[in-house]
């Protein structure tokens, strides 16, 4: 700090996006809730994002952050090298004209432009040089990062949050703050090391199920017993990149070097390694889910949420997956049910129609690879311009849109969301805000794996399928250009990245 009688200046903000390196469509500025300016603390503060966590612990410890930008898109394809830069020098300018002490910031930690598959690691790589070498920079992440050594080498620390779902990502950025702040008043040195293994995970990405729970448990028990390793994060890389290096990371964040970072690396990389085959999936059919929910249903229970795997917004894919649609319309049993379709070109149609009118529609299947348009006649029952506030707890209270939206109804008893971009249905306000009541149906399709549970607990039972589709990971099933990793490749003589310690501030920390 230039004047330590003076609070620290601390530039704060968000650019969040995990890209699907297999949807062959670009994300563009237009994909992505932009805000600037103080609206970046207004839209920050109780919004359930890591940002928030940074913006509450630093004005809690009476630090003014100063904001910069924040740009969030559903997971989706690569983002447009063109967006990506004219971020970037948003925030290269803001570091030059302010001259920080700090930087505070979330990064989703997996994103890809149409021009860079390690983009985290390209904006770190220039705010450092920009920045210069004593500018703290702290960054959290989701644990699905692809994180990479560029990305430790230019920031003083990454973290990432610990559980899938995210429940805890606000907890992730109040500890980034606090970070930062303990690095700026000298009371800590970080210093990282990672290991990984190349190995992605079949199936089981939860942090509450075996083996990742097991795993999670021993990192907080290696936590109690080396004072010195302030996190230690554990990455389950996104499946749908095609980088180099991809693997499970664990990263160790300790003050400076005196504890053994390497062996404790080492050791959790192992148990991914030893472990593999634990992580096989045990998703139920199509004809599996509808059999079950028909079953509870009749008993009076819950409706249920059912999880489209193969076509998770939340994982990159486009939405527009008809599959388990055309299965309940070809079901013998009147199921009671609502569907989130992306389709730009039918939510054209229902508009042109108008509301009340009948429509027959072209539906879905344009994207993905593989899937075909499903022809549905309905009754159009709603227009909006698609924008709803989330009901949380996971991202509670951020706007979001998707697209023009049309609603429309088939039988009566069927409710289809046609919007015109891949949306976040994993909320439940992506249906009641068009006017469709969770409440009343047999079940609900979300194009998410995860963080569904956290937003419809209470409302709808968890029910996960495998269905076709681009977010759907099946050994082999997808063209790797750049990575090697088990299972998809053999990896028996080199499946351990070794460790590798970063450590800006060198040697002088060490004792
Ligand atoms: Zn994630």
Wanted: charged share 20%; net charge negative.
């Amino acid at each position: 700090m230039e004047d330590p009688g003076s609070a620290p200046r601390i530039l704060v903000g968000r650019l969040f996006h995990e890209s699907n390196g297999y949807n062959p469509v670009p994300t563009l500025k237009s994909g992505f809730e932009i805000h600037a300016g103080d609206d970046v603390l207004t839209s920050a503060r109780g919004s359930g994002t890591t940002l928030s966590g940074i913006v509450a612990t630093l004005e809690e410890a009476g630090v003014t952050p100063i904001p910069v930008h924040a740009a969030a898109s559903p997971p989706s394809g690569r983002v447009d090298h063109g967006f990506f830069q004219e971020t970037l020098d948003i925030w290269l300018r803001a570091v030059e004209r302010i001259r920080p002490d700090a930087i505070a910031i979330e990064l989703h930690g997996a994103m890809a432009t149409t021009e860079s598959t390690d983009a985290d690691g390209d904006f770190l790589a220039s705010l450092r040089a920009t920045a210069g070498e004593d500018v703290v920079i702290g960054v959290g992440l989701d644990l699905h990062a692809h994180i990479t050594p560029r990305m430790l080498t230019a920031a003083d620390f990454c973290i990432a949050c610990k559980e899938n779902p995210h429940s805890d990502v606000v907890e992730c950025g109040n500890y980034v703050a606090r970070l930062v702040t303990d690095v700026l008043r000298g009371a800590f040195h970080p210093v990282m090391t990672m290991a990984k293994t190349r190995m992605l995970l079949p199936g089981k990405n939860g942090t509450g199920e075996r083996p990742l729970s097991d795993m999670h448990r021993r990192a907080r028990e290696l936590e109690a017993t080396h004072p010195d390793i302030r996190d230690l994060s554990l990455y389950n890389t996104f499946r749908f990149l095609d980088a180099p290096d991809i693997g499970q990371a664990v990263v160790v964040l300790t003050n400076g070097a005196r504890t053994d970072g390497k062996a404790v690396a080492t050791e959790l990389a192992t148990t991914f390694w030893d472990r593999r085959t634990e992580f096989a999936d045990d998703l139920l059919s199509i004809k599996d889910a509808l059999h079950k929910v028909r079953a509870e249903r009749a008993d009076g229970g819950f409706p249920f949420a059912i999880a489209d795997m193969g076509d998770r917004v939340l994982a990159g894919a486009p939405g527009d997956s008809t599959v388990i649609l055309a299965a309940t319309l070809d079901h013998e049993y009147p199921f009671k049910a609502a569907f989130p379709i992306t389709d730009p070109a039918a939510v054209q149609s229902a508009q042109a129609a108008g509301r009340g009118a009948t429509v027959s529609l072209s539906l879905g299947g344009t994207v993905t690879p593989g899937l075909e348009p499903l022809h549905v006649t309905g009754t159009v029952a709603n227009l909006t311009d698609g924008r709803f506030s989330m009901r949380g707890p996971y991202q509670e209270g951020e706007t979001t849109s998707m697209g023009q939206t049309a609603t429309v109804t088939v039988e009566d008893r069927i409710s289809i969301v046609i919007s015109s971009k891949p949306a976040f249905s994993h909320d439940p306000n992506a249906f009641e805000s068009q006017g469709v009541q969770i409440s009343g149906l047999d079940f609900v399709v979300v194009k998410s794996g995860y963080h569904f549970e956290l937003n419809f607990n209470g409302l709808a039972v968890p029910l996960l399928t495998a269905t076709p589709g681009l977010a759907f990971y099946t050994p082999g099933g997808l063209p790797r250009k750049r990575s090697r990793f088990w299972p998809d490749h053999d990896v028996a003589e080199d499946w351990l990245i070794p460790p590798r310690v970063f450590d800006r501030k060198g040697s002088a920390v060490r004792t």
